[in-house]
C-alpha cells in the first residue's frame, strides 16, 4: 500500500501558541491538497522551544487532548488525513515534550520525548513515563520518536520489533548537529528496514539557529525528499508500506539473502565486561 | 593518548593461503614502519571468502592459536604492534567466521562473528558462539565485530557498555552494499562515541565483486582516513583515546549539554506491543 507523507519544515514563533496553530492547520489543508494522507510537523512546531525556565513553559502547555489538539483533530477529521504535531504536554503538575497523532478518528495518542538532551525548553521538563508504541493506522503501523531519541538505536529498534512501518521524528536541530541529517537518519531506516520521516524546523531562536534538513528516508536507507537548511517549506514522498514489512532481502536466490529481524541474536545484546582471553 | 591505526585494503587469492599470509606479513611491517601500533586485515583475508561449499572451506580452517596465527603473532612481538586478521577457525567439527586479535603479547583473543548472512563462505559456517568483548590492550581497550554484525547496532553498543575505544570491523562488503560505507560506519562511531576502523578487501572472487571504501571514523562520527573502491592500499589515521572515554559533550556550558551513556534510557528498551490509546 502506497502513501503519501508530507513534512511541514516551518519557523514557529516562540510562545505564539495560536499563530503557530493557524499556521499548521493551513499547511494541513496545502498538504492535503497535495494528496498527503500523513502530515508530520516539527518538534514544539505549537510552542517554540528556547524557553529560560520552566514558569515561562508552563503557560504553553496543555493537556493532551486538549483545545489546540482537539481543533486539529478537527482538520484531520474533515481532511481524511494523519497528522503528527510537537506541543509541550501538561499532566498534573509534570510537563513533557510532546508529539500528538491525529487521524480522522481524533486525538489518537501522545508520545513523552524520553531522552532530554539538556538543551532549550528540555532542560525543564519531565522525562517521557510511557513506553515507545506503534499505531496501528489507516496510513500505516505508525511510531514516534522526537529528535534526540534518533541518537539512540534503540529508540527506532523497539519500534521496528513492534511493527512499526513509518517512525517519524518531529525535530529542533541545532546548529552543530549536521551529523544526525547527514547520516543517522538514514542508517535508522537501514537498520531496521522501515521508512522515516524526520520533520525540523528552521530559523532563529533567542541565539540558537536550527539548521532545517528534514527528510523523508525509504526502508532501504535511500533519501526520497529532504529540505533545505533554511526555509520553510514542505517536502513529499511516496512511500509502499509492504516494502517495510518484508524484512527479507534475497540479492541473489541461493547466494546472497538476508533478513535483518531474523538474522538477530539477542542472546548476544546484554552488556559484557569478561572478554575471552586465550592467555 | 594518541593511536596510529592503519587499514590494510587488499585483495586476497581464496585457498591461498600461504600467499596471502605472506602479503599481510609485509603490509604488517609497512605499516609498523610508518608508525602503526594497530593494523587492521580484511574478513578472511588469509583464506578468500566465495566458498563453495563446507568441505571446500575446511582444509582452509585452523585453530586459534595455530600455525598461521602464532607465525603472524611473532611478527607483532617483533614489531610490538596489535594486528587483527580474518580467518576461519576450526574448533573440533566446528567452523567459524573469525578475526584474532594478536599483540606483542602473542595471541590474545578470537572473535567469531556472530551475525552470518547467507553468502559466501558465511552459508556453511557455524555462528559464532562467544559474547561480544573488549580486550584491554597497549593500544586501548579494542572490540571486534565482522562484516554483517555492522548493520546490527547492538554489536557495537554493547562493546561500547563495555567500554571500547575502538571498534575493529574487519569486513567483506560485496557489491550492493555501499549504504554501509556511506553512512552506517559513521552513525556506529557517533551513536557510541567510540572510534571506529573498517577494512575492506577489494577485487572479485567466483564473480562476487568487493567495493573497498575501508574507513577509520572518530569517535564523534566524521571520516578520517578512506580508502578507494579499487585498489589494494593502507590508509592511516591517528585516534586519541580519551576523546572515547568522555562520553558527555559539553557545546555551550549550561545551555547545551549531553551524554550519549547517561542519556540512556534502558527501562525502555524492551519490545513493546501495547500502544498507549486516547480513544
Chains 1, 2 share one sequence.
Not at 527528510?215 to 529540505?227: F, N, Q, R, S
Amino acid at each position: 500500500m502506497k502513501v503519501r507523507i508530507a513534512g511541514v519544515q516551518m519557523a514557529p514563533e516562540i510562545a505564539q501558541k495560536r499563530a503557530n496553530l493557524d499556521k499548521c492547520l493551513d499547511r494541513l489543508h496545502e498538504a492535503a491538497a497535495a494528496g498527503a494522507r500523513l502530515v508530520v510537523f516539527p518538534e514544539c512546531c505549537l510552542t517554540g522551544y528556547c524557553f529560560s525556565s520552566r514558569e515561562e513553559a508552563r503557560p504553553m502547555a496543555e493537556t493532551i487532548p486538549g483545545p489546540a489538539t482537539e481543533g486539529a483533530a478537527e482538520a484531520c477529521r474533515k481532511l481524511r488525513v494523519y497528522a503528527v504535531l510537537g506541543l509541550i504536554e501538561r499532566d498534573g503538575g509534570r510537563l513533557y515534550n510532546a508529539a500528538v497523532l491525529l487521524g480522522p478518528e481524533g486525538v489518537i495518542a501522545s508520545y513523552r520525548k524520553v531522552h532530554l538532551p539538556y538543551l532549550g525548553v528540555d532542560r525543564f521538563l519531565n522525562k517521557g513515563n510511557l513506553p515507545f508504541a506503534v499505531h496501528h493506522t489507516r496510513a500505516g503501523n505508525l511510531g514516534l520518536n522526537i529528535c534526540y531519541d534518533a541518537s539512540f538505536p534503540e529508540s527506532a529498534r523497539v519500534m521496528a520489533l513492534a511493527g512499526a512501518d513509518i517512525i517519524i521524528l518531529p525535530t529542533n536541530w541545532p546548529e552543530g548537529r549536521q551529523r544526525v541529517p547527514n547520516f543517522v537518519i538514514n542508517t535508522r531506516a537501514f537498520e531496521n528496514k522501515v521508512h522515516y520521516v524526520a520533520v525540523d524546523r528552521v530559523g532563529r531562536e533567542r541565539g540558537t539557529g536550527f539548521i532545517g534538513r528534514s527528510k523523508i528516508v525509504d526502508a532501504g536507507g535511500d533519501t526520497l525528499a529532504e529540505a533545505g537548511p533554511v526555509n520553510e517549506e514542505i517536502i513529499y514522498a511516496d512511500v509502499d508500506l509492504t516494502r517495510a514489512r518484508t524484512k527479507r532481502t534475497v540479492v541473489i536466490p541461493g547466494q546472497f539473502e538476508f533478513d535483518l529481524l531474523r538474522d538477530r541474536r539477542p542472546d548476544f545484546y546484554r552488556p559484557l565486561t569478561t572478554p575471552r582471553l586465550l592467555r
